[in-house]
């Protein structure tokens, strides 16, 4: 069963417009959700993640909107560049006890054109 | 954040034979994992690496296939045994609480191709 659902599968944007990617979690013990970006060839790179006891949170172009009674958070990213062309994996965890390990979602390959 | 290393980055390999995948940190870590990454797939967890006892395995993966070691706070192996060509993937090591935080890094993974 998977515990954490993530759409789209895929996302072509334009250069400047915004990329926003959907993410929906069952276990309601999660209190961690961060978001990994990964290139070609490298390692997943933590993007930004937050916490249950905001709604928001942004760094840069880059902002997680949290709604604690749907269960859900998404990525947003502002005047997407074609640098941001990667692929964006959500992920879920509590922050202590039984729950620690990171469940991830499956992936949405994003694509910016120019 | 940590600055993780991994060896080899790449390596090809016979069927039948074994690797071992080294993964290093630059600062003591509370976690250390393994995880595997098949092409355009997400991440497996295969298990979670204990210092100074027997790692945690993840079900559908065994300590004889997949053994570990971590000697100290900053650095573990994976070995792939018995390997065959269902074994290709990418094997990423990532480590978690960092200074105390919850905050989880990976490295650069490395790339195994069975023969």
């Known amino acids: 069963q998977q515990q954490v659902k993530q759409s789209p599968q895929s996302l072509i944007v334009q250069k400047g417009g915004i990329s926003i990617i959907n993410c929906a979690y069952e276990?309601?013990?999660?209190?961690?959700f961060p978001w990994y970006q990964q290139f070609p060839g490298k390692g997943p790179a933590l993007l930004i993640a937050?916490?249950?006891?905001?709604s928001e949170k942004k760094e840069g172009r880059f902002t997680i909107s949290f709604n604690k009674s749907a269960k859900q958070f998404s990525l947003h990213i502002m005047d997407s560049q074609p640098g941001d062309s990667a692929t964006y994996f959500c992920?879920?965890?509590?922050?202590?006890?039984?729950?620690?390990?990171?469940?991830f979602g499956k992936g949405t390959l994003l694509t910016v054109n120019p | 954040s940590a600055v993780i290393s991994q060896k080899p980055s790449r390596d090809i390999c016979q069927r039948g034979t074994s690797l071992t995948i080294q993964c290093q940190v630059d600062?003591?870590?509370?976690?250390m994992f393994w995880y595997r990454q098949q092409p355009g797939q997400s991440l497996t967890l295969i298990a979670t690496?204990?210092?100074?006892?027997?790692?945690?395995?993840e079900s559908g993966f065994v300590i004889d296939k997949f053994p570990i070691s971590r000697p100290n706070l900053t650095f573990s192996t994976l070995t792939v045994s018995n390997m065959s060509p269902e074994d290709s993937s990418i094997y990423l090591c990532?480590?978690?609480?960092?200074?105390?935080?919850?905050?989880?890094?990976f490295g650069p993974g490395t790339r195994l191709t069975v023969t």
């Open positions: 990532s480590v978690r609480g960092l200074a105390g935080g919850s905050e989880q890094y």
């Open positions: 276990n309601t013990a999660f209190d961690y």
């Open positions: 937050i916490r249950p006891d905001v």
């Open positions: 992920a879920a965890s509590k922050r202590g006890g039984s729950n620690y390990k990171l469940t």
């Open positions: 600062s003591q870590v509370t976690m």
């Open positions: 690496a204990n210092q100074g006892s027997e790692a945690t395995y």
